[in-house]
């Protein structure tokens, strides 16, 4: 019996340790910043048509795996959950140019060096307990959110997670860089709570630890609609009592945040990786974004859920901005760190 | 010594040689990486990122946290190991069992039971109508990491527990000594190699926790290091930040050596070795079952109720068998090979420590540990980077993956081995060997049946973390290779609990199974063993 089962194991481990490895050549190879969770029904979707293989990650563990691997890298897309990411793709030389056509579908916020596509985007907004707050006690604009003492305390932020930093550095371009550097000052005097991301932080917020949080429109919808698909809000009963608030018109606060993928230098197979871009444009995948995830999608014309605002809505709310400039990361975390926020 | 003589012991003693030789490779493999990428920093902005009043605040921070969960995980293990090594309690077996399982609950599943249980919208205040406050900082930091590591010390203090030599303590009440006095001055000596190896593992699984410390929002040097690699996509000042925590390590680990220096706890009278008689508790019993109930509710059950509640309150329909299928045999097959693996390097070099100290076995050892406490992050790109340049071939192949486990967690299995090897006489050995056995045969026929029971929890150590694992999971798997633990950690962070609960649950059952398995065999090892001495 011991000996059986010793012997198992060791097949086991000599099997494993042979491997059951080596690239298929035909397999299309994702590397996917967006989570598991939220994209693998639709991949299963696609990979009923092709061979697709996904290595899942965050934004910043597939950039450095991709720049490790070097010209060795097998993967042919990268699929990334922030602007920031995609653009230091760029800078890294990581991504190919895509032709116009493919551009084309996606004008909204296409970038003008044309190494990556736009596919959905998501917006910065004030999330705050619709037990304890009422809307009319918000700020009409985020720059005006340090004035609110009785908020004590009671705010929550997320200074190391990439969208607030893209917001600050929105801040920090539009506003210049001394009334960033106030506005982020002032909100240290009002003691914020900084949870690691979005989900603890919306977590802390219906469980009354905070009143409000900056955060993305998404885990709000999310978090109070769950998994409730319903068309018309008047039968919604709300699971949550986290509502959005936002600020007015054009106002930084309401920022749009735009995911995206390129193709990679490396890939073997290009032609596959932009037929899979196009799908990410296509109907389906759109309505799929827009339906389960409540991002928003950016080809034109497509329909979002009853309980989300419309899209013109949402995209006129969002400050005119030019977004390559999230890049410019180095400045903000010099700035977050300064003020001791990171 | 000459190169003849060196190439001859390597051959005579190849199986000594080989394993070292990788555990060495595996750990220098991120070391070197780390110092080539640190050093292609900015020196004025480095110096200006490592020197300022934060890095000293997350020193202070990182150090006091360590010692808060050590003096923790020793209340909460001490007892414990007592109550099920050295009493007639009943269900000890069981409490064994509850006593690893913390283990199989990824520390942010931990955290998040322990958040959702707290607070005035929390559990407690809804059912009982206690409104604790909901817990965060230095305070939900200790209990959550305390009550995740308390099993790295109570396995260890149990071998250590079983292992004992009654004679001592038979011969100190002899002298007169009371109960108490024996415990503390006979007992509690005894039992330090095991405290500093269990100690060291907490320490450094303290060190380097990110998934607690995040979700409580308590500045360490690993959160710190998360967010370098993840705001600024910046692996070079995380390897700054990643030399800094391997420094502090490597002190930990001087100190660790020091306290252990000259330990020797084997029996050195001749005759038969014993178990030593277990105390009847009486009416004192109630108060030994309160204790481990009280701690396996908060440490098992609280985060497997909240797990069930998640899956009860989800509106998903039905479960996802043929992906929690899939996943499981993932997650299992890359982690049972590593346990096994992990468990054969670690008894060579726990040999060499235990048998032939000496500065450089010494270093071995120790260069084991430095594994464990290498940033995941940083260790998976070292090998992106090692086996794309050395071994292409094996990029993105579970052999790769399973190697990575082992190497990473061996710091693990070198506890208990080790403890077990300094309750293994070396006279025995050296008898065998006067009996015309090879060094090899003797070791295989006498010590290793002695340190069996060592192996076996070295291989539950590892078996368990494994499948827990993320960062070395998502960066070196084969493509497309889904562990149970990814799957929890992706749609818990998108704070979709409802579907994260099928895979979390089915982590903690397979853990709960593997780990009954291993303490059946101790029982069977346990018995052969008492008859032979017999």
Not at chain 1, 177 to 190: G, I, S, V
Not at chain 2, 74 to 97: D, E, F, I, N
Request: proline share 5%.
């Amino acid at each position: 019996m011991t000996r059986l089962f010793s012997l198992s194991l060791i097949a086991t481990l000599v099997l494993s340790l042979l491997g059951c490895g080596g690239e298929q050549q035909d397999e299309l190879v994702i590397y996917s910043g967006r989570s598991k969770a939220l994209v693998d029904p639709l991949l299963e979707q696609y990979e009923g048509e092709v061979n697709v293989e996904v290595r899942y990650g965050s934004d910043a563990e597939l950039l450095a795996a991709l720049q490790e691997e070097g010209d060795q890298s097998p993967a042919d897309v990268f699929w990334a959950n922030t602007t920031g990411a995609l653009g230091n793709a760029v800078n890294n030389d990581l991504l190919t140019e895509l032709p116009d056509e493919l551009m084309e579908q996606s004008a909204r916020f296409a970038p003008t060096n044309q190494r990556w596509l736009p596919v959905t985007t998501r917006f910065r907004v004030l999330a705050y307990n619709s037990d304890t707050v009422s809307p009319e006690d918000l700020p009409d604009s985020v720059l005006d959110l340090p004035e609110h003492e009785e908020f004590e305390g009671r705010i929550g932020w997320t200074p190391a997670y990439s969208s607030f930093q893209d917001f600050v550095t929105a801040l920090r371009v539009t506003e210049g860089e001394e009334t960033a550097r106030t506005w982020l000052t002032d909100m240290q005097a009002l003691n914020p709570n900084s949870y690691s991301s979005n989900t603890p932080m919306i977590q802390a917020l219906d469980a009354g630890e905070i009143d409000v949080g900056l955060t993305n429109h998404y885990y709000v919808l999310r978090l109070r609609y769950g998994d409730a698909k319903v068309d018309d809000e008047g039968s919604i009963d709300p699971e949550a009592s986290v509502a959005t608030h936002p600020f007015q018109e054009e106002d930084i606060g309401n920022l749009a945040l735009v995911t995206g993928a390129g193709v990679l230098q490396t890939s073997d197979q290009s032609e596959a990786a932009r037929e899979f871009l196009r799908f990410l444009m296509s109907d389906e995948a759109q309505s799929f974004a827009a339906e389960t995830l409540n991002e928003y999608p950016l080809r034109p014309g497509a329909e979002v859920p009853e309980y989300m605002m419309p899209v013109d809505e949402a995209l006129a709310l969002s400050p005119d901005f030019d977004f390559e400039r999230l890049q410019e990361m180095d400045p903000t975390l010099d700035l977050l760190r300064d003020v001791g926020a990171l | 010594m000459t190169g003849a003589r060196v190439l001859d012991t390597i051959r005579d003693r190849w199986y000594v040689v080989i394993p070292v030789a990788v555990v060495v490779g595996g750990v220098l493999i991120p070391l070197v990486y780390l110092l080539l990428r640190a050093f292609q920093a900015d020196p004025a902005t480095l110096w200006d990122l490592v020197v300022r009043g934060r890095t000293l605040r997350l020193l202070g921070n990182t150090v006091g946290l360590t010692v808060g969960v050590l003096v923790g995980t020793s209340v909460l293990a001490l007892p414990l190991a007592w109550l099920t090594t050295r009493t007639a309690l009943l269900g000890r077996r069981l409490l064994t069992l509850l006593g690893v399982l913390p283990l199989a609950v990824p520390g942010y599943v931990m955290a998040y039971a322990l958040m959702a249980t707290t607070g005035e919208y929390g559990t407690l205040a809804q059912t009982l109508g206690l409104v604790v406050p909901r817990l965060s900082g230095y305070v939900g930091a200790w209990i959550a990491l305390s009550l995740s590591t308390f099993p790295y010390l109570f396995l260890n203090l149990r071998t250590a527990f079983l292992g004992l030599d009654p004679s001592l303590e038979e011969s100190a009440q002899a002298l007169g000594r009371g109960r108490w006095r024996v415990f503390v001055q006979v007992v509690l000596p005894q039992l330090r190699p095991a405290f500093l190896s269990g100690g060291l593992l907490v320490a450094l699984h303290v060190l380097g926790d990110f998934g607690v410390v995040s979700l409580m929002r308590y500045d360490t040097f690993s959160y710190a290091l998360y967010i370098q690699y993840a705001a600024s996509y910046d692996r070079i000042y995380a390897a700054c930040l990643a030399l800094m925590l391997l420094v502090l390590t490597g002190a930990i680990l001087l100190l660790e050596a020091r306290l252990l220096k000259g330990l020797l706890f084997h029996r050195t009278e001749s005759g038969a070795g014993r178990t030593a008689a277990q105390y009847r508790l009486g009416p004192w019993r109630w108060a030994g079952y309160a204790f481990a109930a009280g701690v396996a509710g908060l440490s098992v059950l609280l985060p497997a109720g909240t797990v069930g509640y998640w899956m009860a309150d989800s509106t998903a329909s039905g479960l996802p068998w043929a992906s929690l299928g899939a996943a499981l045999w993932d997650s299992v097959s890359a982690s049972a090979p590593a346990a096994v693996l992990a468990a054969l390097l670690a008894l060579p070099v726990a040999y060499l420590g235990v048998r032939h100290p000496s500065n450089w076995t010494r270093v071995v050892e120790r260069v084991a540990y430095l594994g464990y406490a290498t940033p995941p992050l940083a260790f998976a790109l070292a090998l992106i980077v090692f086996s794309l340049g050395a071994v292409p071939f094996a990029y993105q192949t579970l052999g790769l993956l399973v190697m990575a486990y082992a190497l990473h967690f061996m710091a693990e299995a070198v506890g208990p081995v080790r403890s077990a090897l300094y309750q293994a006489p070396p006279h025995l050995e050296e008898a065998a060997r006067s009996l015309g056995r090879s060094p090899l045969g003797a070791f295989v026929s006498v010590t290793f049946p002695l340190v069996r029971r060592g192996l076996l929890v070295s291989m539950a150590f590892v078996f368990l973390s494994a499948m827990k694992e993320l960062p070395l999971t998502f960066l070196l798997a084969p493509i497309g290779f889904e562990t149970l633990a990814l799957n929890t950690w992706s749609y818990a962070e998108e704070a979709m609990f409802g579907q994260a609960a099928p895979y979390a649950l089915t982590i903690m059952f397979v853990s709960a199974l593997f780990v009954g398995v291993l303490l059946l065999r101790e029982r069977a090892t346990e018995h052969p063993a008492s008859a032979e001495r017999a």
